[in-house]
């Protein structure tokens, strides 16, 4: 699959010698309401070797007791009602699947991965379940650094700025935007990975760990 953008007078090409040997995993969850345990949708984008080669898109149900939807998230951000999610499997029966996804990734990127990394320890906290170590970064921290006279670092403003569209708040199609920035980024700098581009913007990556109880 072959993807185009341009951005500062750049050509961004899936196909250019200079893409990172490595497996990047995009994450993206949409939560009902202001609980982290409250995973509506998620959604992945895995990159190998600067291609997209794999995309999935889950409809969640809530587990009982965070599965309402307050107006603002349903209206003004994803349209998603307890009428879709309703038959939608629980958090633990995508999640090997999910995670499957994340660990064996070289990174695993979010934008604001505070909120997605936080919805994912929250969620498998609420299950009982263990994933392995990964390291992630944030889109939105890196954009703040390498592109601070954007009005604002939102990821439909980041996406317009590499002139990819895309549907705003659809897990999956949110995911695959944030992989776009993160390569657009690393073309700008000249970055062969995501840890050089981490390097010129002066950050390190984080790592995912459970809380040991």
Same mark, same amino acid.
């Given at each position: 699959?072959?993807?185009?953008?341009?951005? *500062?007078?750049?050509?961004?090409?899936?196909?250019?010698?200079?893409?990172?040997?490595?497996?990047?995993?995009?994450?993206?969850?949409?939560?009902?309401?202001?609980?982290?345990?409250?995973?509506?949708?998620?959604?992945?984008? $895995?990159?190998?070797?600067?291609?997209?080669?794999?995309?999935?898109?889950?409809?969640?149900?809530?587990?009982?007791?965070?599965?309402?939807?307050?107006?603002?998230?349903?209206? !003004?951000?994803?349209?998603?009602?307890?009428? !879709? $999610?309703?038959?939608?499997?629980?958090?633990?029966?995508?999640?090997?699947?999910?995670?499957?996804?994340?660990?064996?990734? !070289?990174?695993?990127?979010?934008?604001?991965?505070?909120?997605?990394?936080?919805?994912?320890?929250?969620?498998? !906290?609420?299950?009982?379940?263990?994933?392995?170590?990964?390291?992630?970064?944030?889109?939105y921290r890196v954009a703040e650094r390498l592109w601070p006279d954007?009005?604002?670092?939102?990821?439909?403003?980041?996406?317009?700025?590499?002139?990819?569209?895309?549907?705003?708040?659809?897990?999956?199609?949110?995911?695959?935007?944030?992989?776009?920035?993160? *390569?657009?980024?690393?073309?700008? $700098?000249?970055?062969?990975?995501?840890?050089? *581009?981490?390097?010129?913007?002066?950050?390190?990556?984080?790592?995912?760990?459970?809380?040991? $109880?």
């Amino acid at each position: 699959m072959k993807s185009t953008a341009r951005i *500062l007078g750049l050509r961004l090409d899936a196909n250019d010698p200079w893409l990172p040997p490595m497996t990047i995993t995009s994450l993206d969850f949409e939560t009902a309401n202001r609980s982290r345990v409250s995973i509506c949708a998620a959604g992945i984008a $895995v990159f190998e070797n600067g291609n997209l080669t794999e995309t999935n898109h889950w409809l969640v149900r809530p587990p009982s007791g965070h599965g309402w939807f307050l107006p603002e998230f349903t209206e !003004d951000c994803h349209g998603l009602t307890w009428f !879709d $999610v309703q038959d939608a499997p629980e958090f633990s029966a995508i999640a090997p699947e999910l995670l499957e996804r994340l660990t064996r990734a !070289d990174v695993v990127i979010a934008h604001n991965a505070q909120f997605d990394i936080g919805a994912l320890r929250a969620t498998l !906290d609420h299950f009982g379940l263990r994933c392995p170590e990964f390291d992630y970064l944030c889109t939105y921290r890196v954009a703040e650094r390498l592109w601070p006279d954007l009005p604002n670092h939102q990821l439909n403003t980041l996406a317009a700025h590499i002139g990819h569209e895309f549907h705003h708040h659809h897990a999956q199609a949110d995911a695959e935007a944030v992989g776009r920035v993160l *390569l657009a980024m690393m073309k700008h $700098v000249s970055a062969n990975t995501p840890r050089e *581009l981490l390097k010129d913007a002066g950050m390190v990556p984080g790592r995912y760990r459970q809380q040991v $109880v």
